[in-house]
């Protein structure tokens, strides 16, 4: 049988740098296939090449059997490919009717024909077991529903090719069921789907095939039934599972005695943050490990106060209640160096130094006026501390290389003395000299007392720098490893399985 679509040796470069090389996907009719992979691996891009969003340098796309290469979005949709995007593409201001039948809108004698638009509506999402007013704004439905509605519009354009980008992402288990469903029902008549996801219990349960890229790069394709949930943990994150410990440089355990600087315990928040738990004791460093998606960072968030928390509870130095807010956090003694250093870290457009004493800026002032010598005194004891190369605490932080960007971030947090220091993926988008510049650094601020909960995509990282590890899994904490437990066998075994698979992947 000959493939829906063919993508092969496709490349694209931003700004010079390659976001794909050789990529290729090939979907068969009446299949439901998971492209996966983690984040910056190319999915995103591939799937916007083929809707038209970009276009591509080299290599071909067919579909039909036809070579193809749409200027926009809509042309995609016309020649019967639709997307569904994770973050919800709808008019909220629109009703749920006028969502659905955008673009496609049904007349009759050269009016609207309102009446056959609601009953299509109303079809549609009675599918999905909904049945709710189709003439309000679609705004005043939960997520959830916006979801479904945004799903029912895709299906509505009858494509041959649906997209489906993190569907799943708003929805609870009984929705999720009735989407997979739908899915099935659409395969039946013929229609392929394209389902992104980093949830490997949706990927078995609904998909026939499954390509993996890493690094702009297709990697393995092969039937979901063929490829085992440890396969698919490793090729996405393109080690193999040596069994090696590295003792000589990991971070070490917790003081004799040493106190719980924080205690999470049944932590929800959100579609992501499910049921997770953690501590992180004096002077030691914590790994936070899982795939993308599997609330890492969103746990973190809410911790810090950068979000509201929905249940569980949180215990900072044996004080009952989670920070209300950043703020809150920072007079807590809570540092975070977010995962986006350039849109949630640096200022650009800042010096060195006005970027190293942000946050402790209050405490610099009186009645308006900076204390121009206290402020140098520290910026200079930071930068010989951490070793960052600038040619002046005067120079803009955007000229620095991206490790001392990071050092930057770290010494703003550090001079505000705190007890626990949150860092979101502290090596990510820097050279390996500066990787292990910064772990070291790490680790020797471990030594002097400070806790540290690190959560990072690589393993490697994970298992050299932290004494425990908590490895969380579709929003819930399914192992913890601790001292020798602590190998990258191990935590992929978790992440790929859960609580049972963590001592065999140690074993």
Not at 102 to 113: A, K, N, P, Q, S
Not at 486 to 500: D, L, R
Request: hydrophobic share 45%.
């Amino acid at each position: 049988m000959s493939p829906l679509l063919s993508m092969r040796g496709i490349d694209k470069r931003f700004a010079g740098t390659p976001a794909l090389t050789g990529a290729s996907l090939e979907v068969a009719p009446g299949e439901v296939h998971a492209l996966i992979g983690q984040n910056g691996a190319g999915k995103s891009t591939l799937i916007k090449i083929l809707t038209g969003y970009h276009a591509k340098d080299a290599g071909e796309v067919l579909f039909n059997g036809r070579p193809i290469a749409f200027a926009s979005p809509g042309e995609a949709q016309r020649a019967g490919i639709s997307t569904i995007y994770q973050e919800i593409n709808l008019v909220p201001y629109r009703s749920v009717t006028e969502n659905i039948c955008l673009g496609r809108e049904t007349r009759r004698f050269g009016l609207l024909d309102w009446r056959a638009m609601h009953e299509e509506a109303r079809a549609l999402l009675a599918r999905f077991g909904i049945a709710i007013d189709v003439r309000r704004p679609v705004m005043t439905y939960p997520t959830a529903v916006q979801q479904m509605v945004a799903i029912g519009r895709a299906i509505g354009f009858k494509a041959r090719l649906v997209v489906m980008d993190e569907p799943t992402s708003s929805l609870d288990e009984r929705e999720v069921a009735v989407l997979f469903d739908v899915i099935r029902g659409l395969k039946e008549t013929g229609v392929s789907v394209i389902f992104v996801s980093h949830k490997l219990d949706e990927l078995y349960a609904v998909c026939d095939r499954v390509t993996i890229m890493r690094d702009g790069r297709t990697v393995r394709v092969g039937a979901m039934g063929e490829v085992s949930r440890l396969d698919l943990v490793t090729t996405m994150l393109g080690r193999e599972l040596e069994r090696t410990l590295h003792d000589d440089a990991r971070g070490g355990p917790a003081r004799a005695g040493a106190g719980a600087v924080i205690e999470v315990r049944g932590l929800s928040a959100g579609p992501r943050v499910r049921d997770v738990s953690f501590d992180v004791r004096e002077g030691e460093i914590v790994g936070l490990a899982g795939l993308l998606g599997a609330g890492r960072t969103e746990s973190a968030r809410v911790v810090f106060g950068a979000d509201p928390m929905g249940g569980g509870t949180v215990r900072l130095s044996g004080r009952d209640g989670a920070p209300a807010s950043p703020a809150d956090a920072i007079r807590a003694g809570l540092g975070f160096v977010s995962e986006d250093r350039k849109l949630e870290g640096i200022v650009p457009g800042l010096s060195v130094r006005e970027n190293l004493t942000l946050a402790l800026m209050p405490q610099l002032t009186r009645a308006g006026v900076v204390d121009e010598g206290r402020t140098r005194a520290i910026v200079d004891r930071f930068i010989e501390r951490l070793r960052i190369k600038c040619a002046s605490p005067e120079q803009p932080i955007r000229e620095l290389s991206g490790g001392n960007q990071q050092k930057v971030l770290l010494a703003r947090w550090l001079c505000m003395n705190p007890r626990l220091l949150i860092l979101d993926e502290p090596t990510r988008g820097i050279d390996v000299g500066a990787k292990a510049e910064i772990l070291n650094l790490v680790r020797g601020l471990s030594r002097e007392g400070l806790s540290v909960l690190m959560i990072s995509s690589e393993l490697e990282e994970v298992v050299e720098a932290a004494a425990r590890v908590f490895v969380l899994r579709d929003g819930r904490t399914v192992a913890e490893l601790d001292g020798d437990a602590v190998t990258e066998p191990a935590i992929m075994a978790a992440m790929a399985h859960g609580p049972e698979s963590a001592e065999a992947g140690h074993g």
